[in-house]
């Protein structure tokens, strides 16, 4: 592989809370190392369009503490086209790239893998997405503040279930995971969450009416996914109100939306987006390509795009047990 002398980083897809921390921890650990820094702004779009500039130990000053993303971040059908991606790699020679750092989910280290293949291109990929839906890690960064602020969410939610004995519908971000929904049932004392991965095996909401959920309580917390594949709250209120009219008049939704995505990180999300932004760097130093930081066990791991990037992280079943248990 040739010598690395400047490194491009970017931050793709939904923004997540400590992605500021983890474009701190790559600038100033690659100029440390002695690499030059090239800042790209709006993801995959900044590329394509030459939106590219050099960072310093100083642009990255301040910032750890705030949520979002400075280089920003936006979609960019033109990557998804053989001739974009063309664009992007004329651009990423132009300023003397020779590796990039992506931050971001699913789609964008999918987006890294192809442009890595292509082009014959190193690239290392940190996991920046709240779903926590990415193999080969245990906590994406992002995960634990949106956690902590659906938890934040419920329990000011509850003071208004218990008041008014009402049975509120909280649906919360996890398209295609419930690991949001799930974990944030158990910290807030909700008694059911509704998630994507159990559609398939049974009728989560006939199975928790049928449970007498709210035989002993005078109030309910169900935190529902936003997947599809659970309807959503606003679907599965839907369904109580044709399916159990007992409870029609009690059924109360909110959306939880993007509150999950913002706010300032939890120090669980700096310390780990610094500790992976940090071993982006060692990573091409020791001539590691078409990986992702992970984290297992609470030590740095490297995960091929093709491991990262497969659907299907498993919830843990002993926690969907759990949560029964201590809702009765």
Request: glycine share 10%; hydrophobic share 40%; charged share 25%.
């Amino acid at each position: 592989m040739a010598e690395i002398k400047t490194i491009g980083l970017l931050t793709s897809g939904g923004d997540a809370p400590g992605m500021n921390a983890a474009i701190r921890a790559v600038t100033r650990a690659a100029i440390f190392n002695g690499f030059k820094v090239k800042g790209i702004y709006r993801g995959y779009k900044g590329l394509v369009d030459d939106e590219i500039v050099d960072l310093q130990t100083q642009s990255v000053s301040g910032i750890m503490h705030h949520g979002g993303t400075i280089l920003k971040t936006a979609r960019c059908k033109e990557f998804m086209t053989v001739e974009g991606r063309q664009q992007a790699h004329e651009n990423i020679k132009k300023h003397g790239i020779d590796a990039l750092v992506v931050i971001g989910g699913d789609g964008s280290l999918s987006g890294a893998r192809q442009f890595a293949n292509e082009f014959d291109f190193p690239i290392v990929g940190i996991p920046g997405t709240i779903d926590n839906d990415l193999n080969g890690t245990d906590h994406t960064i992002g995960y634990d503040t949106a956690l902590n602020t659906i938890m934040w969410c419920v329990d000011r939610i509850r003071d208004t279930a218990s008041s008014h004995e009402r049975l509120f519908i909280i649906e919360v971000m996890g398209r295609e995971s419930g690991f949001l929904a799930l974990n944030g049932a158990i910290a807030s004392g909700a008694e059911a969450a509704i998630i994507p991965e159990m559609s398939t095996e049974v009728d989560q909401l006939s199975e928790l009416i049928q449970s007498g959920f709210r035989k002993s309580k005078n109030s309910s917390i169900v935190l529902v996914a936003e997947s599809p594949a659970t309807g959503g709250a606003m679907g599965v209120a839907e369904r109580i109100r044709k399916e159990f009219p007992q409870y029609n008049l009690r059924v109360r939704v909110t959306i939880l939306g993007h509150l999950q995505r913002g706010g300032s990180p939890t120090a669980q999300d700096r310390i780990l987006a610094s500790r992976m932004g940090a071993a982006a760097i060692d990573a091409l130093l020791e001539g590691q390509r078409n990986i992702m930081i992970g984290d297992d066990d609470e030590k740095i791991v490297y995960v091929p795009f093709s491991k990262a990037i497969r659907h299907g992280k498993e919830i843990d079943r002993d926690l969907l047990e759990l949560l029964k248990k201590l809702s009765i």
